[in-house]
């Protein structure tokens, strides 16, 4: 079955980065689109960013110029690069594929 795996998350000062990763299995990785989304409190989940299994990238207008995604097709694994985190980054942090998603990995920025 599918599985999509997150870590990285954790609680870091604001100006600060963070790495995120999503191992998924159970799908022919190489060719599938991948996506981080996140749901802050009080919030709907909203999309960050996708990447395609071409490399094609489409990000959030909140965290352009901020935040990186790539993939790792050798490790079924995809990245999110954060630099410059604001406290409004705040949320738990998904991975998905169609209509699977992972367990989500909090991310805290504090002021």
């Known amino acids: 079955q599918v599985q999509l795996v997150e870590s990285g998350g954790g609680l870091v000062q604001a100006g600060e980065s963070l790495r995120l990763s999503c191992a998924a299995s159970g799908i022919i990785f190489s060719i599938s689109t991948m996506g981080w989304y996140r749901r802050a409190p009080g919030k709907q989940r909203e999309l960050v960013a996708t990447i395609a299994g071409g490399g094609g990238t489409n990000y959030a207008d909140s965290v352009k110029g901020r935040f990186t995604i790539s993939r790792d097709n050798a490790k079924n694994t995809i990245y999110l690069q954060m630099n410059s985190l604001k406290p409004e980054d705040t949320a738990v942090y998904y991975c998905?594929?169609?209509?699977?998603w992972g367990q989500g990995t909090q991310v805290t920025v504090s002021s």
């Open positions: 998905n594929h169609f209509r699977y």
